[in-house]
Every structure is written in structure tokens, then in C-alpha cells.
């Protein structure tokens, strides 16, 4: 039997290291990776439940494929992930084709289920348990996840890899379905963290960005009672010869502590990047939302934050338009935006989950068209604070890892001697310049000469002497 498999992959940064394993395991089970749907025999959706638009989008996807499967019986067709996890059987109603749905938690049984469809044992489909179908250690257990499995070729990039630290999320926030797709909140043991991270070095990872929902709440508790925190593996991660930058996403604004900022201060591979998102700079909406913390809360991390590390960059998410939202509330959302000059944010129109909180207990009142027009405004409010701050790095030396050709210089032709290339600062900044495919894994100083909202424009800095050198990796931090 050929064993060609084919992959898509929606949702956060989850997904993409869950793709990756799940394709690492496949391999060893002889399968090899191809591009198309067309020359595939297997095919997996890895999906997302974070909002409706991204259910509908995958749903759309496998409409198309029912004639492919009419054509082809054989062909294997697999839903996992979050929308895996919390539709369930649903997907075979809605998708009667569809062979395959596994959850999150159950990746590593993608082998064997796949085997199982091919001996002729029918539809497959492995979940966790549901938050409250068990004891607590047992929904635990079911969304564990089996990380040590890696595979380069289906990272952004071979130097730069992603490391989960946390499993699932015990916030709840009202509209979120995360805590029910990913599970129960838990700190992966450190020791095995640890091991991962000297594994990605060893094979040429020079940047890592640790996951989890909210990790700077991780925590880990061994048998004889020591706790590890954030601020405990930064330090262990840093020890690590051959990495050089250590990232983490995303943090939640009450766990922001004196004690971590502190720790990235002090440690030089630490990035200075910091997602915190805010979600609303309403007091009365941040209640409804059952956020945990207040606009007072919130600014007062913001001016930990800038009393310890002022070179960080901070980013944020915004969700319009959830329910009960006033003109008023939403002008306090802008307020705030105004005040933290954020980096970046990602904001997104309130879409009601099943099964959460507020799917229950609030009305979706917003009309769309004035989620619509409240996004645009927020959204040029932050792009005009990121394009003036932005002009204060004109001039400036920053140190840049290259990670490839930008979007444009992917559409030059190959065999030009100058593309333009993409990399990121320390703290997450996005840089061009024109230089050469070979410079990616790279570590470079780039002078800035221009800048827009999202990006700066540069040229690679020649450099002669040590000291020189030195001062350039501190500029940007
Ligand atoms: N764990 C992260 C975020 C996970 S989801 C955190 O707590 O910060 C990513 C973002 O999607 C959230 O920050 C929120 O802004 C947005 N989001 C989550 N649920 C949503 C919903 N029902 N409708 C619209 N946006 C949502
Ligand atoms: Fe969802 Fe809130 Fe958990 Fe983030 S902290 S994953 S928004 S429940
Ligand atoms: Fe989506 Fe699941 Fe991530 S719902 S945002 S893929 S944790």
C-alpha cells in the first residue's frame, strides 16, 4: 500500500507543532509527506474551534472533497485537532466521507487508527474526556500529548522551533472553547522539557519559542514538592549551548511577575517580545468576559513591565463586539490602545462558542455590521501607533535572525543575486533588507532606514571589530 500523506494545517501555534509531530510519527510508520491533496492517499485537517469562521472554513474544505472520495474510495480522509475534539461524531454527520477524527490528545494513536481504516475496521475516532466526564486525573491524562516525536522539514523554518511546556487552559474565560478542546491546565515535566530543547539544539535549532495557553502560569510540582516555574526553565533553557534566543506566547496579564521580568532581564538569550493580550479596556465587559483582572490590573503591568524591561515590545489581542459591548466600553478598549502603545494586536469580532459560558448565559447583541466598523477603528488606531513608533528604530543598528526570502523575495527569481530577505529582532520586530538566500540562520546587523506600521527596511551593517559587535546585540534589547 502507498503511503502518501497530506497535511493542512489551520489554528495557533499549537497546531503547527502538533502537525509537525504527527508527521514525524507518520514518517516512521513509512509514510512520506506530498504537497497536493491530489497525489495524497491520506489526508489530515488539522483544525481549529477558536471561532466559527475557522470551523466553516474547514467544513468548506472537506465539502470539496466528497466527489474526490466518490472517485476514490480509498483515499483516507482525517479531521483532528481542536474542532476534532469538540464536534466529534457531529463531523461524520456533516461529513458522512470523512474516515478519521481524533483529538488532540490522541495524536499518537493516528497510526493505529489509520492501520485499523486500512485492515477494513471502519470509521475511526479517538477524543479526550470532557471536562467534567471523569476524575480529574484521568481527563487529564487523555490530553496528554507525545512531544518528543520532531520533525525539521515541517517547521517554519529548521532553525526555529516551537516547544510546548503547557497543556490545555483552566481559565475559562466565558467565550473561549480552548479549555474544552485542549483540556485541563498542566505543566509538563521540566526535566523532559529540557531534554526536547537539548534535542531541537543538537539538531541546528538556534531559537525556541516555548507554548502555552497561558505560560507564564506554567507550573510544575515533582513528588518530593519542588515547584518549577517560567522563570526556573528560562534559566535552565539558557544553559543550552547553540540556542540563542528563547521566546514563549502567550502570557496571561496576572501572571506577568516581578520575579519573571526580572529573569528576562538577566538573561541575555530571553526575548524581549512579550503577548499579553488585554481582550477588552472595559472593566464591566473584562467581568462578563471573566478575564481575572481589571484595566487597573492591567496597567499596572504595564508599568512593571516598562520599570524592568524597558526595551520589551508588547502586543495584544482585542475581541470587539462581545456581548453587551457599549459605543462607551468600546471607546475605553481604544483608550487603552492609546495608552500602551502596543507593538502589535490582533483584534477579532466576537463569535459565539458552544458550550461556553457566554453561548449560555449572554446575548450575542452586537449587530455584525458594527462589530465590523469597531474592528476597523481599532485597528487603525493601532496601526498608526505602530508606524509612528516604528520611527524611532530610523537610524538604529538592529541585530536580526534571517529567517528566509519575505514575500516579495519569494517571487524574485532564483537565480537573482540579491532578494529581499526576512528576519526578526529580539523583540519580534519584522525587518527586510536585500541580501542572499544563504543568509538564512543567520544572525546580522541591520541598519534601519525606513519603516512602515508592520515592518522595518534596512541594509546589512558591515561590522570590523570585536567591541563594535558586541554593542550592536545589546541595541536592540
Ligand atoms: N490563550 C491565549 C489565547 C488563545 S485564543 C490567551 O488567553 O491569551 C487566541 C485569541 O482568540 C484570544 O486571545 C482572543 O482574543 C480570541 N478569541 C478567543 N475566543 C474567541 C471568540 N469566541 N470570538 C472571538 N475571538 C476569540
Ligand atoms: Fe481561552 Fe482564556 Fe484560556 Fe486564553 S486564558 S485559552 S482566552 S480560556
Ligand atoms: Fe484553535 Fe485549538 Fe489553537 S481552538 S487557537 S487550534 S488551541
Known amino acids: 500500500m502507498s503511503k502518501r500523506l497530506y497535511i493542512e494545517t489551520v489554528g495557533c501555534q499549537m497546531n503547527v507543532l502538533d502537525s509537525e509531530m504527527v508527521v514525524a510519527d507518520l514518517k516512521q510508520h513509512g509514510y512520506e509527506l506530498v504537497a497536493t491533496p491530489k497525489e495524497a492517499d491520506t489526508l489530515l485537517f488539522n483544525t481549529c474551534s477558536v471561532r466559527e469562521h475557522a470551523e466553516e472554513k474547514i467544513y468548506s474544505a472537506l465539502g470539496k472533497l466528497r466527489q474526490t472520495k466518490e472517485r476514490n474510495p480509498d483515499k483516507t480522509i482525517g479531521v483532528m485537532g481542536c474542532m476534532a475534539q469538540k464536534d466529534q461524531k457531529l463531523i461524520f454527520q456533516r461529513a458522512p466521507f470523512v474516515d478519521l477524527i481524533v483529538g488532540p490528545g490522541q495524536l499518537q494513536q493516528i497510526p493505529t487508527l489509520l492501520e485499523n481504516i486500512a485492515a477494513g475496521k471502519g470509521r475511526q475516532l479517538a477524543v479526550s474526556l470532557g471536562r467534567k466526564a471523569g476524575s480529574q486525573d484521568t481527563i487529564r491524562r487523555s490530553h496528554e500529548t507525545f512531544d518528543p516525536l520532531r520533525d525539521p522539514s515541517m517547521r517554519p523554518t529548521p532553525f526555529q522551533a516551537y516547544l510546548r511546556i503547557q497543556i490545555g487552559c483552566d481559565k475559562f474565560c466565558t467565550y473561549c472553547v480552548v479549555p474544552m478542546t485542549r483540556g485541563p491546565e498542566q505543566g509538563r515535566n521540566p526535566a523532559q522539557i529540557v531534554a526536547e530543547a537539548q534535542i531541537l539544539a543538537d539538531q541546528g535549532c538556534v531559537e525556541i519559542t516555548l507554548l502555552g495557553q497561558t505560560v507564564n502560569s506554567y507550573r510544575h510540582t515533582d513528588e518530593e514538592g519542588t515547584v518549577t516555574r517560567l522563570s526556573d526553565l528560562l534559566r535552565q533553557l539558557s544553559e543550552i549551548e547553540g540556542i540563542r534566543r528563547l521566546k514563549f506566547v502567550t502570557s496571561y496579564p496576572k501572571d506577568m511577575t516581578e520575579e519573571l521580568l526580572e529573569t528576562i532581564r538577566d538573561l541575555p538569550k530571553c526575548s524581549t517580545y512579550l503577548h499579553v493580550p488585554a481582550q477588552s479596556g472595559s472593566d464591566e465587559q473584562l467581568k462578563r468576559m471573566k478575564r481575572g483582572y481589571t484595566v487597573a490590573d492591567y496597567m499596572e503591568m504595564m508599568e512593571r513591565i516598562e520599570r524592568i524591561l524597558p526595551e520589551a515590545s508588547i502586543s ?12 462607551e466600553d468600546f471607546q475605553k478598549t481604544i483608550d487603552l490602545v492609546r495608552r500602551c502603545r502596543f507593538k502589535n494586536s490582533f483584534i477579532f469580532k466576537y463569535s459565539v462558542r458552544p458550550g461556553t459560558k457566554a453561548s449560555e448565559r449572554l446575548e450575542d447583541d452586537v449587530p455584525e455590521d458594527v462589530k465590523n466598523r469597531r474592528n476597523n477603528e481599532l485597528l487603525d488606531v493601532q496601526n498608526e501607533i505602530s508606524a509612528e513608533d516604528n520611527l524611532k528604530f530610523i537610524g538604529q543598528t538592529v541585530e536580526i535572525l534571517v529567517e528566509g526570502p519575505s514575500k516579495r523575495g519569494q517571487k524574485q527569481p532564483e537565480e537573482s543575486p540579491l532578494v529581499q530577505m526576512m528576519g526578526r529582532t529580539i523583540c519580534d520586530r519584522i525587518v ?29 551593517k558591515t561590522v570590523h571589530s570585536g567591541p563594535e559587535l558586541f554593542q550592536l546585540q545589546t541595541l536592540d534589547r
Open 316 to 327: 495584544s489581542d482585542f475581541i470587539v463586539g462581545f456581548c453587551g459591548e457599549t459605543e
Open 432 to 460: 527586510v533588507y536585500d541580501g542572499n538566500r544563504r543568509q538564512a540562520g543567520e544572525f546580522l546587523p541591520i541598519e534601519v532606514t525606513d519603516v512602515s506600521s508592520t515592518t522595518l527596511v534596512g541594509r546589512v
